[in-house]
């Protein structure tokens, strides 16, 4: 069987945290398809940071990062966990902490597959939340993503946390459609409007104005129109505060710069001026190096 159609097939099962070999299988699949390095030694890993295919991972007011020796993601996979962390914070009033990220080969734990994804920089483990209902959020928005067909999930028992698996391609692609304009979403069993807003990265303030709603209360069945999300940027990871405020706020912004960015185009992106980000960051010129994290103020 392609590798391609194991992939479609894989990915059209019923979404559950238990994994399996096939799913081992459309993980690393999707690697050699799309030709990703594997990293074998720590030499191998700093290479690959170096041609930019991994991005350093920076703890954040909502994401916490225990004990993890390499942290260093694939861009688009460290979109998704900074993004999640939000969510989940939103969600559950507490920081998200991720476990592990990228392995090399020659570093894997003893009970790692074979065919682990880990030293691709395309999967992450995120500690299992010891509150029940943070627990739940998390599993539902992490099988609700799997069914959208950018990540793959399963819970471990030894020892217990969530392995990550993430699709960067169908990533980028399925955050470009949300990104930018409304969507509608159908109410499901158990949702309220604070959650469905966490997930969705926006206020429940905004929320209620697009639907029209004055209060909390919404039934099932009920089509919801989710507003575009107005500060998701790209590497970007919003250090403000994560309560609503009657008046809009400056938002502080971290960026990590790419090869190839300058002060102009990253200034373009965030709607401010070059002055303004060299003030920010005690910049005397222009020179900017890759892997280098600035403070931008977003009004």
Known sequence: MAISTLITASMTQAQTLRGSRSSMEQQHGHAVSHGYQFAHTSRDVDDMIQLGNLQRVRPTPTMAIHNVSYPYLQPAVKTLVERLSAQYYNACGEKMTVTSMTRPIARQPSNAANDSVHPTGMAFDLRVPSNSRCRRWLEQTLLSLEGSRVLDVTRERRPPHYHVATFPEPYQAYLASILGRTHDYEVQSGDTLVAIAARSNVTVSQLRAANNVRGDLIRVGQVLTIPAESNSNGNATMVASQQETATQQPTELEHQVRRGETLW?????????????????????????VGQVLKVVVE
């Open 265 to 289: 185009r990253i200034a373009n992106r965030y709607r401010t001026s070059v002055d303004a980000i060299r003030s920010q960051n005690g910049l005397a010129g222009d020179m900017l190096r």
